[in-house]
């Protein structure tokens, strides 16, 4: 079960951690420098182009391997925290010859060996499927198929609509169940109405693929491919760009579950909930034209294609748990032609990887026991509550805000909380059945418990405490309906936070990107909910227009820069995470001088403590990416490409300009009539 309801991205920390024994942490204590001058282009001048200047060293000696699509911080660290350390930690639990059934050790060494197990994944072809595969052909009516399909979301087999579970935009206390759009093969609708050639090649090569899938499967079906694309074509031409589901008001319509039936009578929605252990009586339905119109172009489809369709999501939903041939043609298209990555990683590092996707919380429990350092959490919190400080003071000084506004965003930014690390309480897993020899019955049980989960939060109060992202990701959140950001273990380590290094750069680093989550709770979807976590305005009529007038210029501002020919960046997709980057900054910067008090730091290597700081931000995102992921990327993504994350607020900064004494005519300068100051 997806959870198709409005959630900003985001970062936070803990403000409590009791009740979770530690053993012996188990640290690098390797010196990490905290800006290698390497990474320098001297050739470039940082008043121009600022990435090229500060990464052009690295990006020469970083080429893309051939198992990634891009290659920067977040890719190396990820790949250091997975394919090292979590390694090292499987491969000591599957030493262990006598493990309880239902631990977590058991569970993660009898999973982590059933994926390595290939000789028993040929051996059985696609006879895991079989049951499913009966039940599809055994359809003969619309209510038939929303049965099945309804019986195959709950193992994560996608149809063209979906549910989920998440707390209620305007009761944010308690859960409650939303519908929205779903289905497409290649995610996003551009990818079925671009007629440039990039887009037309993928489409082509899509048609392909499911060709040469259906073939392997000794599928009958004659065109596939053209088929299901044709289908798919017509169900994108329906559903709402990405532009556009970013509207929580627009995209949260309350009603009966009675009223969502009539929305969509032939596609029984009862028996598609029945089958998913539904029970509700209310639901927040994301677009209700698309499910009128859904109905009428179900009803027009031939049985036998939507019959194709479902088969076809189904074999491509576990591809990767299939006989070899299945799991490589899967990885040539959606890696490959869409991504641009050459090399499919080793089993080995894919088992591990599988084994973090699907057990990721236990994995984590044992992560956080031997490589989060508690000492960090007490110095990354007193750099969050500075930034806390430096925004409410940028908050009294905004000139185009009323005072009444800004009392309640001062109450929102009181009320904000964070958590660092990894939760307070972990999750009880031990009713999954895993065994060593059974790859997709493991995948099953898995993707089982985590829906059964779902669905028993429905109309009950939401936990605070729960965690969505595991300790070892390399990322974090901000959740506007707990009004909090998360900031997982995993990302507390350099290039983003670095314990070694000057406090320039690592406000320049995790600071600024821990103010840019901060930010979120006040960008273009963020603003929209209140202290409490509520989707309510809070705004004057005035000062939400004043404010709509400033992400309108940087719209425009965004959607002017060309990530590859042909392909410019989305301004109003990026808004959000391009205001969460020009607000982190700011507040990253003037909370760097405030921890100051007067007293600067000396020069490091030729560079005051601001200049460091603009390098401490170029070097978190410091990337090398294919054009096909840079194309992906600038179609799918609420976020700008690398390069522009590194350049594209700079330019409205007066700091930078300062910090690099750029002059007039530098290419990264901006007159002040043409600058942005948001917060």
């Not at 190396?76 to 925290?81: A, G, R, T, V, Y």
């Not at 491919?225 to 509207?247: S, Y």
């Not at 060593?436 to 059964?452: D, T, W």
Request: hydrophobic content about 35%; aromatic content about 10%; overall charge neutral.
């Amino acid at each position: 079960m997806k959870s198709v309801a409005f959630r900003a991205a985001a970062l936070a920390l803990v403000v409590s951690l009791a009740g979770c024994k530690k053993e012996k942490e188990e640290t690098d204590t390797t010196k990490v420098p905290g800006f290698e001058l390497t990474s320098l282009d001297s050739t470039a001048k940082a008043c121009d182009d600022f990435d090229a200047y500060a990464n052009g060293g690295w990006k020469k000696n970083n080429p893309i391997p051939g198992t990634e699509s891009r290659w920067g911080a977040f890719g190396i660290l990820d790949k250091e925290n997975k394919e090292v350390r979590l390694k090292g930690i499987i491969e000591e639990i599957t030493k262990v010859q006598d493990r309880k059934k239902g631990s977590e050790e058991q569970q993660i060494a009898d999973y982590y060996q059933s994926f390595l197990d290939t000789a028993t994944v040929e051996k059985r072809a696609l006879e895991p499927l079989k049951p499913y595969l009966d039940k599809i052909n055994a359809v003969t009516s619309l209510k038939d198929l929303a049965a099945v399909t309804g019986e195959l979301q709950k193992v994560g087999v996608e149809t063209v609509t979906g549910f989920g579970v998440e707390g209620d935009l305007r009761n944010s206390k308690v859960n409650i169940l939303y519908q929205g759009q779903d289905g497409l093969s290649l995610g996003e609708r551009s990818y079925y109405d671009r007629t440039d050639s990039s887009t037309v090649k993928v489409r082509g090569e899509f048609v392909k693929h499911v060709d040469k899938m259906f073939s392997m499967a000794g599928f009958p079906d004659a065109n596939p491919g053209q088929t299901i694309l044709d289908f798919e074509t017509k169900v994108a031409k329906l559903q709402l760009t990405n532009v556009e589901l970013r509207d929580p008001v627009k995209t949260y319509n309350k009603m009966a579950f009675a009223d969502l039936e009539k929305l969509i009578p032939d596609f029984d929605q009862k028996a598609f909930a029945d089958k998913q252990d539904i029970k509700t009586d209310t639901v927040i339905v994301q677009n209700k034209p698309y499910l009128q119109n859904l109905n009428k172009l179900l009803k027009a489809t031939p049985i036998a294609t939507l019959k194709l369709y479902t088969k076809w999501q189904l074999l491509s939903n576990f591809a990767g748990f299939l006989p070899k041939k299945f799991d490589q043609e899967d990885f040539r298209f959606f890696a490959t032609v869409m991504r641009g990555t050459k090399q499919q990683k080793g089993r080995t590092e894919r088992a591990i990887r599988s084994t973090d996707g699907l057990l990721g919380m236990p994995l984590g429990k044992l992560f956080v026991k031997k490589y989060f350092p508690e000492e960090d959490k007490k110095k990354v919190s007193e750099m969050i509550e500075n930034v806390r400080t430096v925004y409410g003071e940028r908050i009294d000084k905004l000139t185009w805000m009323s005072d009444s506004t800004k009392a309640k965003a001062h109450k929102k930014l009181k009320a904000f909380t964070y958590k660092i690390g990894y939760p307070d309480k972990w999750k009880d897993y031990s009713s999954i059945e895993i065994a060593p020899e059974k790859l997709f019955e493991n995948v099953i049980a898995a993707s089982l418990f985590q829906h059964k989960e779902q669905v028993e939060k429905i109309g009950k109060e939401v936990d605070k405490k729960e965690w969505l992202m595991t300790p070892q990701t390399v990322n974090a959140y901000y959740n506007p309906l707990n009004n909090e950001v998360v900031f997982p273990a995993g990302i507390l380590q350099p290039p983003f936070y670095n314990r070694n290094a000057d406090d320039a750069i690592n406000y320049g680093g995790i600071i600024a990107v821990i103010g840019h989550e901060f930010t979120h709770g006040f960008d273009d979807q963020g603003s929209q909910f209140d202290d409490e976590g509520n989707l309510k305005n809070w705004w004057t009529a005035s000062d939400r227009a004043n404010f709509d007038k400033l992400t309108k210029r940087y719209i425009d501002y965004f959607s002017g820069i060309e990530a590859l020919p042909g392909f410019k960046i989305n301004g109003a997709l990026t808004i959000g995470e391009n205001v969460a980057d020009l607000g982190g900054l700011t507040l990253a910067y003037y909370a760097l001088e405030k921890s100051f008090n007067g007293k600067e730091p000396a020069p490091i290597d030729g560079f005051t403590w601001k200049q460091r700081f603009f390098l401490g931000w170029a070097q978190v995102w410091h990337m090398n990416t294919t054009n096909e992921a840079l194309r992906n990327q600038v179609q799918t993504d609420p976020h700008s490409p690398a390069r522009d994350r590194i350049n594209g607020p700079l330019p409205h900064l007066k700091e930078f300009q300062a910090a690099w004494t750029c002059g007039a005519g530098s290419k990264m300068i901006l007159p002040d009539s043409s600058r942005i100051v948001i917060w």
